[in-house]
């Protein structure tokens, strides 16, 4: 949010479509409906269909500003900004964290192709139909995956093709097949392409034995063969044929069971990665573990955080326990197993306000697209209220050779209260750490570690852990 | 354990899948030197296989009839399942 224009601020990933934008005026997110977009916008309405999304829990609901309220806001907004006369401005419910495909989980980034889909389907059924399949407009209300792009839709012309079919695929399939046919570590490659991965350089990166899957054979190698075959011949030619051949409403259904086929059939063959067995091979006994819990539940339920990122949260044992205390919990780790176990968990349990998310802190995500502007980094999503960093500060220094000053400044820029692990050099882990390469580390002892968070925050409370050789500490940000 | 014949079997089974899938892939001749134009290429493709796809669908329909049959109950496969 910096494309300032008297008090309100247009969204700087919100410039695609002139007829709709999302800007934010006095911490409030709103998005314009101009007349252009209008009857789309109506139907939506009027059909039934948003009703049905919301009670479904697949769309964020939104309320309709009042002429008054809506008059004041425009006056605020350049009138070149706007894309004509204003229909109506909305207030979506806003969501506590905005995620990016490229963080998913296989499981995750499966499900929001899913739910699209199932939108699609039910659009169709009203009359209506997506214009837009971008990943991006999924978003996760905690481990509930919701459409967040009211301005999606538009009215279904019987005998015209799916517009967003070349961009689901893109957005959704090619990069599910290959974390499930290649490696999941593909999935960061969305990163790269923020539009959607090339269907091109999908095909020829999948295995042969994916040209026997039908659905892959017709989504990604015929889709990739088909762009290349009609790219000399431009639109011209398509549009000549599509005269003659028009694509029906049961074709568009058959499509979407297609699509839907395709995606079910995708599965991540999980493999052990290092720390997703952490909690079975710690060094912690039951007693230490219960006591830990009951203190970040305690020292928790005190701040009662509204946003809490729990970093290095691997499957999640410890956001479920901070979750009591606090509105929001984002569940980070850079394991994908990890992070896929945890929401999978996550949904089993019914938890709400808690969402796993695949965050590397040795690189987090970048901030990406048209001025860096349109996909936020992950510091800019920030700051949280508190952080939690449990078991989490070797790997940081050891690992990644982060002194503890660069340690004090990350987590000052991520919230104001943190509640940190201590882990010395004489635990086994550590030790684990260091059993491969040379002690470098002489300045990783407990003074120093407290005189360098003591620059920067005061201490709030500190306990040992029993049983083990460790301590939580708890810190305000010094103002 | 796999046998012989149930490898051979699995062979036949898949050079005969290969063989579809290649006349499918058949339909569009590479065109190296082309720029890409994924819009159009998307439509065409979608034009080309709407026909089978909606045979599907019809397939599907009368399938479903057959089942309602002898199945009581609503036929509940529009619900977003997403935990299978």
Known sequence: ?479 | MILPFQRRRAAYRNSLRLALVVAFLGLFPANAAAYIDPGSGSVMLQVLVGGLLALGVTLKVYWHRVISLFRRGGDKSDRLDLDE
């Open chain 1, 1 to 479: 949010m910096n494309e300032s224009s008297g008090d309100a601020r247009i969204h700087p990933a919100s410039f695609r479509d002139p007829s709709a934008f999302l800007f934010e005026s006095g911490g409030v997110l709103y998005r314009w409906v101009g007349e252009r977009a209008a009857d789309d916008y109506r139907l939506l309405m009027d059909s039934g269909l948003y009703t049905e999304l919301v009670e479904e829990s697949v769309l964020v609901d939104h309320e309709e500003l009042g002429r008054g309220e809506s008059t004041a806001l425009q006056s605020r907004l350049r009138d070149k900004e706007l894309g004509g006369p204003t229909h109506v401005i909305l207030r979506p419910r806003r969501l506590p964290f905005i995620s990016y495909p490229y963080e998913w989980s296989f499981q995750q980034l499966k499900h929001a192709a899913l739910v699209t889909l199932h939108i699609q389907r039910r659009a169709l059924a009203r009359d209506l139909s997506l214009k837009d399949a971008s990943a991006y407009n999924v978003q996760f209300d905690g481990v509930t995956p919701v459409l967040i792009d009211t301005l999606s839709f538009e009215r279904y012309v019987d005998g015209r093709p799916w517009v967003a079919y070349r961009q689901f695929c893109q957005h959704f399939l090619a990069p599910l097949a290959l974390m499930a046919y290649r490696d999941i570590r593909w999935g960061l490659a969305s990163r790269e392409h923020i539009d959607g991965l090339p269907l091109d350089f999908v095909a020829a990166s999948l295995p042969r034995r994916t040209r026997l899957r039908p659905g892959l054979v017709m989504h990604l190698h015929g889709h990739a063969a088909s762009q290349k075959r009609h790219a000399a011949a431009g639109s011209a030619a398509a549009s000549t044929s599509l005269a003659r051949r028009a694509f029906s409403r049961r074709a568009m259904e058959g499509l979407l069971d297609s699509l839907e086929g395709a995606v079910r059939a995708l599965r991540w063959k999980r493999e052990d990665t290092e720390w997703a067995e952490y909690y079975d091979d710690t060094n912690y006994s039951g007693t230490a573990e219960e006591h830990k819990a009951r203190v970040v539940r305690q020292w928790v339920g005190e701040l009662r955080p509204r946003k809490l990122w729990d970093l290095g949260a691997n499957d999640g044992r410890y956001s479920r326990v901070a979750k009591e205390g606090a509105s929001f919990v984002l569940s980070a780790d850079g394991d994908p197993v990890a992070v896929d176990r945890n929401y999978r968990q996550c949904r089993a349990e019914g938890q709400k306000g808690i969402l796993p998310l695949l965050v590397d802190l040795f690189n987090p995500s970048p901030a990406l697209g048209w001025e860096h502007n349109e996909r936020m980094s992950l510091l800019q999503r920030g700051p949280a209220d508190m952080v939690l960093a449990l078991a989490l500060m070797h790997h940081l220094c050891i690992s990644n050779n982060v002194s503890f000053d660069r340690l004090v400044s990350f987590f000052a820029r991520c919230a104001e209260t943190l509640l940190i692990e201590w882990v010395p050099k004489g635990d086994s882990q550590v030790q684990r750490l260091l059993a491969t390469r040379e002690d470098i580390f002489d300045g990783y002892g407990r003074e120093a570690f407290e005189n360098a968070f003591g620059a920067r925050f005061s201490l709030l409370k500190r306990e040992e852990i029993p049983e083990s050789k460790r301590s939580l500490y708890l810190y305000r940000r010094l103002s």
